[in-house]
């Protein structure tokens, strides 16, 4: 733990700009090299499937040349396929609506209130972090049967609003907390209610950390695979990453076509993921404002 | 606007929420509405029942459940068979394919903090400026984490499988001459737990450097133009000021990265198809679901995941007790 002398370390004692530049231009490559790392593989699987699969074996890295479009076509033209899109766009919208509502709900008094047992109940949520959904897997298909839920999307959304809520609830938290207390007594002197204060005042100072969770909610869900394994398999709510294994199965003799498939069932979550990343941005500056 | 700061500071108290907070956060949560008398247990329950009913539902239950359903030779079925006491749990731990599972696992938890988090940290700290297309960086760098990972998984196969992408590169750069040459990415039985470290290292990093540039954001600027100015290179404001004060940041990722190396499963079982080569790669979660899903062996598979829950659990607490106490002292030595 000895301060470093960097004169000594850098050798040609530069002055500071320079090192300052120095360390500008690092941070363009290192940032560069990590983007690239990144998004290189994905791109290269989004651009391949718009090839044969002669020309992918007779050239792997070689670029479209013509351009072909049946691999997507044959794909979009797929019934089976939007039937997924749909099922995973139905079910991941229901589990963030859910996850949002119960979540901000329940934060509001375990944020706020004071009351016997608060602490406890809170522990009761986040102990939730430490349960993997394997350990609860299979058991949750025997109560899941009890309620005739396996194959219907209900089946799906209930167990992934609940085990969204622990984390949603560990972030609502400290930004419910973080609302002065002034607001709240100005609130109370205008005459609204603390349920009031909570619909007027909470939900708007509190939505950039309220589409925080919800991002991760519905790329949790729309990503999902050991759940919807167990309970939509095979069912008309079968969701994508489901086809996504099925289809790799299928037709492992055609890459090209995999190519198509895997790059549809990316798309809406990156397309989602960067719509909202500025939405996030925009929110968090509007709440200093707030 | 210091919201990830405020937000890991809350997070210090994952368990037990009566330990003091952390550095960063307000202390406002001591001090609400102390004159209210509590008349409000009917709003209360209104706020929080819902989400208690469906989390005790959903996620209690099952996990209570599982514990019971471990004691029996359940094969699936309507009624749970015979109780067998802790007979699964002897033959779990006496199961061969569970017990390297269990290394695997451990492998993977060590290789993803010493892999992701030196790299993540370097790269957050240097990209922690005033850089232009910031945003559109940030964006490409967290893509591989939005993929699902069985995506991820299945676009990583057809790269890497004993005919696919890279091996097909290779031979048209006249590495190798037929694919028989070629590496066997996903079938070498030495290689394939690197390339899955990789291929995990790809999709992971990603959310260590998000965190870690939201939670630079929290570090005052100003503490670090003042050392500047007195004179500090950039690496010992990095050293002594910038890590120090990422401090809550860090542990909290590496909470999150261990737990998630417990319980990988999409990923692997996709990229491996089901562990192979010979359950090389197996991951104790791929144990739990092959057993139960084609073994039948519900039970069994049941008292596996207990197991798998155990270790989860025991890894949790040890890290809050011992690394998360610890950093927080320093966390808050270092603030002041």
Same mark, same amino acid.
Do not use: C
């Given at each position: 733990?000895?301060?470093?002398?960097?004169?000594?370390?850098?050798?040609?004692?530069?002055?500071?700009?320079?090192?300052?530049?120095?360390?500008?231009?690092?941070?363009?490559?290192?940032?560069?090299?990590?983007?690239?790392?990144?998004?290189?593989?994905?791109?290269?699987?989004?651009?391949?499937?718009?090839?044969?699969?002669?020309?992918?074996?007779?050239?792997?890295?070689?670029?479209?040349?013509?351009?072909?479009?049946?691999?997507?076509?044959?794909?979009?033209?797929?019934?089976?396929?939007?039937?997924?899109?749909?099922?995973?766009?139905?079910?991941?919208?229901?589990?963030?609506?859910?996850?949002?509502?119960?979540?901000?709900?329940?934060?509001?008094?375990?944020?706020?209130?004071?009351?016997?047992?608060?602490?406890?109940?809170?522990?009761?949520?986040?102990?939730?972090?430490?349960?993997?959904?394997?350990?609860?897997?299979?058991?949750?298909?025997?109560?899941?049967?009890?309620?005739?839920?396996?194959?219907?999307?209900?089946?799906?959304?209930?167990?992934?609003?609940?085990?969204?809520?622990?984390?949603?609830?560990?972030?609502?938290?400290?930004?419910?907390?973080?609302?002065?207390?002034?607001?709240?007594?100005?609130?109370?002197?205008?005459?609204?209610?603390?349920?009031?204060?909570?619909?007027?005042?909470?939900?708007?100072?509190?939505?950039?950390?309220? +589409?925080?969770?919800?991002?991760?909610?519905?790329?949790?869900?729309?990503?999902?695979?050991?759940?919807?394994?167990?309970?939509?398999?095979?069912?008309?709510?079968?969701?994508?990453?489901?086809?996504?294994?099925?289809?790799?199965?299928?037709?492992?003799?055609?890459?090209?076509?995999?190519?198509?498939?895997?790059?549809?069932?990316?798309?809406?979550?990156?397309?989602?993921?960067?719509?909202?990343?500025?939405?996030?941005?925009?929110?968090?500056?509007?709440?200093?404002?707030? | 606007?210091?919201?990830?700061?405020?937000?890991?500071?809350?997070?210090?108290?994952?368990?037990?929420?009566?330990?003091?907070?952390?550095?960063?956060?307000?202390?406002?949560?001591?001090?609400?509405?102390?004159?209210?008398?509590?008349?409000?247990?009917?709003?209360?329950?209104?706020? +929080?029942?819902?989400?208690?009913?469906?989390?005790?539902? /959903?996620?209690?239950?099952?996990?209570?459940?599982?514990?019971?359903?471990? /004691?029996?030779?359940?094969?699936?079925?309507?009624?749970?068979?015979? /109780?067998?006491?802790?007979?699964?749990?002897?033959?779990?731990?006496?199961?061969?394919?569970?017990?390297?599972?269990?290394?695997?696992?451990?492998?993977?938890?060590?290789?993803?903090? +010493?892999?992701?988090?030196?790299?993540?940290?370097?790269?957050?700290?240097?990209?922690?400026?005033?850089?232009?297309?910031?945003?559109?960086?940030?964006?490409?760098?967290?893509?591989?984490?939005?993929?699902?990972?069985?995506?991820?998984?299945?676009?990583?196969?057809?790269?890497?499988?004993?005919?696919?992408?890279?091996?097909?590169?290779?031979?048209?750069?006249?590495?190798?001459?037929?694919?028989?040459?070629?590496?066997?990415?996903?079938?070498?039985?030495?290689?394939?737990?690197?390339?899955?470290?990789?291929?995990?290292?790809?999709?992971?990093?990603?959310?260590?450097?998000?965190?870690?540039?939201?939670?630079?954001?929290?570090?005052?600027?100003?503490?670090?133009?003042?050392?500047?100015?007195?004179?500090?290179?950039?690496?010992?404001?990095?050293?002594?000021?910038?890590?120090?004060?990422?401090?809550?940041?860090?542990?909290?990722?590496?909470?999150?990265?261990?737990?998630?190396?417990?319980?990988?499963?999409?990923?692997?079982?996709?990229?491996?198809?089901?562990?192979?080569?010979?359950?090389?790669?197996?991951?104790?979660?791929?144990? +739990?679901?092959?057993?139960?899903?084609?073994?039948?062996?519900?039970?069994?598979?049941?008292?596996?995941?207990?197991?798998?829950?155990?270790?989860?659990?025991?890894?949790?607490?040890?890290?809050?007790?011992?690394?998360?106490?610890?950093?927080?002292?320093?966390?808050?030595?270092?603030?002041?």
């Amino acid at each position: 733990m000895t301060a470093i002398d960097t004169r000594t370390e850098s050798g040609s004692a530069p002055g500071r700009k320079k090192k300052l530049s120095d360390v500008g231009a690092a941070a363009y490559f290192v940032a560069i090299l990590a983007a690239g790392f990144s998004i290189v593989p994905v791109l290269y699987i989004m651009y391949s499937a718009f090839r044969t699969n002669g020309q992918l074996s007779a050239s792997p890295a070689g670029l479209p040349d013509p351009f072909v479009w049946s691999n997507y076509s044959q794909v979009l033209g797929d019934s089976a396929f939007w039937q997924m899109m749909f099922a995973s766009t139905i079910i991941a919208l229901a589990t963030t609506i859910g996850v949002v509502f119960l979540g901000v709900m329940a934060a509001y008094p375990l944020a706020r209130y004071k009351f016997p047992g608060r602490e406890g109940l809170y522990t009761y949520f986040t102990a939730g972090l430490l349960f993997p959904i394997t350990v609860a897997a299979l058991p949750l298909y025997l109560i899941l049967l009890e309620l005739k839920l396996p194959g219907t999307p209900w089946g799906l959304v209930l167990p992934q609003v609940a085990f969204q809520l622990p984390v949603t609830i560990v972030i609502l938290r400290p930004f419910v907390q973080a609302i002065p207390r002034e607001l709240e007594e100005a609130a109370a002197i205008d005459g609204a209610g603390r349920v009031q204060f909570f619909f007027k005042i909470l939900l708007r100072l509190t939505t950039p950390a309220l +589409v925080t969770v919800g991002v991760l909610a519905f790329v949790g869900s729309w990503n999902a695979y050991l759940l919807p394994l167990l309970v939509v398999q095979g069912s008309d709510w079968t969701t994508l990453p489901l086809g996504v294994a099925r289809f790799q199965s299928d037709h492992s003799q055609d890459t090209a076509l995999i190519l198509a498939f895997l790059s549809l069932a990316m798309l809406p979550a990156i397309l989602f993921f960067t719509m909202m990343e500025r939405k996030i941005v925009s929110g968090l500056s509007g709440a200093v404002k707030g | 606007m210091t919201v990830s700061r405020e937000a890991s500071g809350g997070d210090t108290d994952l368990v037990g929420g009566a330990q003091a907070p952390s550095a960063g956060s307000r202390p406002a949560s001591a001090k609400t509405s102390q004159k209210r008398r509590p008349r409000h247990w009917g709003e209360i329950a209104i706020f +929080v029942g819902p989400a208690l009913l469906v989390f005790s539902a /959903f996620v209690i239950l099952p996990v209570v459940l599982a514990g019971y359903v471990s /004691f029996f030779n359940w094969d699936g079925g309507g009624d749970l068979g015979n /109780f067998v006491g802790f007979d699964n749990y002897t033959r779990v731990l006496d199961d061969g394919v569970f017990i390297s599972s269990m290394k695997n696992n451990a492998f993977i938890v060590v290789m993803s903090l +010493v892999i992701q988090g030196p790299f993540a940290l370097g790269i957050a700290l240097l990209m922690n400026r005033k850089l232009r297309f910031r945003a559109g960086f940030r964006t490409m760098i967290f893509v591989p984490y939005v993929l699902s990972e069985v995506v991820a998984g299945a676009m990583w196969r057809l790269i890497l499988d004993q005919r696919g992408i890279l091996n097909s590169l290779m031979i048209q750069w006249g590495i190798f001459d037929t694919p028989a040459d070629a590496i066997g990415w996903l079938s070498d039985q030495k290689l394939v737990m690197w390339v899955m470290i990789f291929v995990l290292t790809w999709k992971y990093v990603g959310l260590a450097i998000i965190l870690f540039l939201a939670g630079l954001q929290g570090v005052p600027e100003d503490l670090l133009e003042a050392a500047q100015i007195d004179g500090a290179s950039w690496w010992q404001v990095q050293r002594r000021i910038t890590i120090p004060l990422l401090g809550p940041t860090i542990r909290v990722w590496m909470f999150l990265s261990i737990i998630g190396s417990i319980q990988l499963f999409d990923m692997a079982r996709l990229l491996t198809n089901n562990g192979a080569p010979f359950d090389t790669t197996f991951t104790m979660a791929m144990f +739990v679901i092959d057993r139960a899903v084609t073994g039948r062996q519900y039970g069994y598979a049941t008292a596996a995941a207990v197991i798998l829950f155990a270790i989860s659990l025991t890894a949790a607490l040890l890290f809050m007790r011992f690394v998360m106490r610890r950093d927080n002292e320093t966390a808050e030595k270092g603030a002041v």
